[in-house]
């Protein structure tokens, strides 16, 4: 059974900081590009960070560049997003997704962990 499962979310205050942490299970971890996703209320779910399935180059949205870093530990089946200097704007439920290409492409969502940043 497959299992994405979000954790660390929560309240912070602006300039804070929080680590979301996505813990896989029933795929093999390794092959997939993973990523962070969020969606605030009434807007469309937009993608934040991507990692490729070795780690190595990242992608970023630009409205967290220089605040927030994607990471991953292949050996423990997850991926983390660092989110640093945290604004209210960055308040939205963040979801992880898995995503394999080939010949057909397979992708899979956690739940979501929502993150709320507000004083």
Known sequence: QVQLVESGG????????LRLSCAASGFTFSNYVMSWYRQAPGKERELVAAIPSAGGSTNYADSVKGRFTISRDNAK???YLQM??????????????????????????GQG???????
């Open 113 to 119: 962990t929502q993150v709320t940043v507000s004083s």
């Open 10 to 17: 929560g309240l912070a205050q602006p300039g804070g900081s």
């Open 77 to 79: 089946n997850t991926v």
């Open 84 to 109: 640093n200097s945290l604004k209210p704007e960055d308040t939205a439920v963040y979801y992880c997704k898995a995503v394999r290409k080939g010949v057909a492409t397979l992708y899979y969502w």
